[in-house]
């Protein structure tokens, strides 16, 4: 009798499910996988040796670069950890656009993986209608910061300028007969402010829109319900976090057990699902889609009534107006040195997290009281959960190992560095 | 119109020498029949990536030729002119042959499809099973290739697609014995002219399950969302052609096209009465109105009702693509084995007695006779 062995498989790097540059090494019994052993590095790009080569403002746009589709979030997490060892105060408005566009990125970064997710289950449709609403955030991402993703936006001390009174428009060309730019520029008319709460006011009844498509779908049911079960206990010993943790019935949510910037402030409910499976994730994830939504409004509410500065006045940090170097000695003096140099911070080691919309993302900053930090750690979510794809995947079917690379919402940028 | 061109036909084939006769009859219709088809299956091509454009809030191609319209032919000198890159590893010959395995069923299961009143290239006495027969060939294609390209993702796409047709055969086949029950004949002609009178007279009233079952496993038949798991995009890239290229490839997918076709005709045919007019029949449109030079032909039973209804079929299935999520390997298994059999053989007796008990509208004209 020949001898039966099983079926290896090579699955990625260059694979329409791999979610950029995964590689599996799939051992499988015909259908079913029997071992799954995830390959990573594809994507090293050294971002916490390169921080440390840089003056600590310099670093921020690596950060967008990690998770390149929550970007602000990551920046968030850096600035954070220069501030606490700096010991500054960040203004309150400033503190409220960083929640306002921390909250925006989670939208943008579940819509995106709404619409892989049911790409990858073989819902094409979502993923166009997904990107529908993901060009309205990215137009409030090229508003404050001037790009649609890389954005630098956030800066120790506050965030690199005030709110903008105008939306870019749509211009009339070839492809866009004036009928068509006249509906497109109607919600852009306002600010910046004005366009959010349009979308905030229009979102929800898409995010129906896309329950009717998949919630009650028998099909979309039967491929995620009962795969990839993590226990809580499990989930917890495995190092999840954010909607993965959530998922599995575990209420944990850094903006509520170890509120930051002005979380503390504003009303939102933490989803938890009930037996940890895909499905279970997917109701968390649409839930938070929902309650972003929620926070984004009272954020803009707020911001409404309460101007004010939104970066600290202390210039050896943040750099000064522009206007007053022209005449101001001192000023000049700041810039230059901030530009060239830097700033030094004080020694000492800090941890700062944020619940970054895969779960928690941290870094951990060490400084020897350079300009420059002596070593920086990223604490990505990525990472830990990729950790459980072997557990999550065996004894499933082929078709299960996608819709769990889904389910983990893996982006290879944080995960590689 | 139709006459002149007829005389004029049987004319141009009377001045060749009498061997040649027949052959040259046989194979001017069998271009009457093919050219249209490939063109149809180009342009259904154009017409999926549009509609589902417009479905998924897009414009689809718009490049090529007003409004997109030349985007087959683009795509046709593109396929044409890229290598076919065969695999080292491969068995050459079944390589090359399995997309021409796929494809000449899909083409030669249209000689017994019927157009128009006396309109088919052969009205064979057999012809429900001769289609059956001769569409079961055309998998033999998709697990030849997957076999022959000696490729992990190829041979688990070739695995599935095996499995699979097996059990929807079985389903299709069951409801098309409905049909057979519902009208008493193998003859496609005959199965459309059973369906005679009016709309209430076609069998998708009577044998509603069966039509779509019968859809249903056509939709898993010719491989399409939500049952592509041969070819799976996101699971095992593109199944079993994921080795092919150029022509090959663009052989296997007017094939596709070409299954697609052919499905909804048999659907329109023998669940939707073929030619036969919706209106005419049912005392809703005046008589009057077909009396009408054109616009009494255009209400009246004709081919273009059959064509309208193929349409309809079709944007079925772009409908289904861009809507469903995938199904996995062994749930539509499941589908196939514990759903759909299961209630083809219960309402094969259904229609076992209706039949019996010469149930109006559709029995009562003499039933089995």
Sequence with gaps: MAEIRNYTMNFGPQHPAAHGVLRLVLEMDGEVVERADPHVGLLHRGTEKLAETKPFNQSIGYMDRLDYVSMMCNEHAYVMAIEKLLGIEVPRRAQYIRVMFDEITRILNHLMWLGTHGLDIGAMTMFLYCFREREDLMDCYEAVSGTRMHATYYRPGGVYRDLPGTMPQYEVSKWHKKKDV??????????????????????????????????????????????????????????????????????????????????????????????????????????????????????????????????TQDHKVAPPKRLDMKGDMEAL????????????????????????????????????????????????????????????????????????????????????? | MFELILTIWQDAIALLPDVL??????????????????????????????????????????????????????DTFKLMFKEIIIPSNSNKFLFVGAPLITFAPAVAAWAVIPFDEGMALSNINAGLLYVLAITSIGVYGVIIAGWASNSKYAF?????????????????????????????????????????????????????????????????????????????????????????????????????????????????????????????????????????????????????????KIAFFLLMFLW??????????????????????????????VAGVMVLAEIPPWFDKGGLS
Aim: negative net charge; glycine residues 8%.
């Design chain 2, 320 to 349: 289904f693509r861009a809507t469903f999520p995938r199904y996995r390997y062994d749930q539509i298994m499941r589908l196939g084995w514990k759903v759909f059999i299961p209630i083809t053989i219960v309402w094969l007796l």
């Design chain 1, 333 to 417: 003096i700041h810039h230059f040195k901030l530009f060239t140099e830097g700033y030094c911070v004080p020694e000492g080691e800090v941890y700062a997290s944020v619940e970054a919309p895969k779960g928690e993302f941290g870094v951990y900053l060490v400084s020897d009281g350079a300009n420059k930090p002596y070593r920086v750690k990223m604490r990505a979510p990525g990472f830990a959960h990729i950790s459980a794809m072997d557990e999550m995947v065996r004894g499933h079917m082929l078709a299960d190992v996608v819709a769990v690379i889904g389910t983990m919402d893996i982006v290879f940028g944080e995960i590689d560095r």
């Design chain 2, 156 to 308: 688990l796409g070739a695995m599935r697609s095996s499995a699979q047709i097996v059990s929807y055969e079985i389903a299709m086949g069951f409801a098309l014995v409905g049909v057979l029950i519902a009208s008493g004949s193998l003859n496609m002609h005959e199965i459309v002219v059973a369906q005679k009178g009016s709309v209430l007279n076609w069998f998708a009233l009577p044998l509603f399950p069966l039509f779509m079952v019968y859809f249903i496993s056509g939709v898993a038949e010719t491989n399409r969302a939500p049952f592509d798991v041969a070819e799976g995009e996101s699971e095992i890239v593109a199944g079993f052609h994921v080795e092919y290229s150029g022509m090959a490839f663009a052989v296997f997918f007017l094939a596709e096209y070409a299954n697609m076709i052919l499905i909804s005709a048999l659907a329109a045919i023998m669940f939707l009465g073929g030619w036969y007019s919706p209106l005419a029949g049912l005392g809703v449109v005046s008589d009057t109105l077909f009396a009408l030079p054109y616009i009494g032909w255009a209400f009246d039973s004709g081919f273009h009702w059959l064509f309208f």
């Design chain 2, 21 to 74: 006769q027949p052959f040259a009859a046989i194979i001017s219709k069998i271009v009457v029949i093919l050219m249209p088809l490939i063109i149809c299956v180009a342009f259904l091509t154009l017409a999926e990536r549009k509609i589902i454009g417009y479905m998924q809030v897009r414009i689809g191609p718009n490049r090529v030729g007003p409004r997109g319209l030349l985007q087959p032919f683009a």
């Design chain 1, 182 to 311: 006249d509906r497109m520029n109607e919600a852009r008319q306002g600010s910046l402010l004005d366009f959010i709460e349009d979308f905030t006011r229009r979102f929800p009844k898409m995010v129906d829109e896309y329950e009717t498509l998949l919630t009650d779908n028998r099909i979309w049911k039967q491929r995620t319900v009962g795969i990839g079960v993590v226990s809580p206990e499990r989930a917890q010993q495995l190092g999840f976090s954010g909607p993965m943790l959530r998922g599995s019935g575990v209420e944990w949510d850094i903006r509520k057990k170890q509120p930051y910037a002005v979380y503390d402030e504003l009303f939102f409910d933490i989803p938890v699902g009930v037996t940890g499976d895909c499905y279970d994730r997917y109701l968390v994830r649409m839930e938070e889609l929902r309650q972003s939504n929620h926070i984004i409004k009272q954020c803009v509410e707020w911001l409404r009534n309460n101007p004010g500065p939104v970066i």
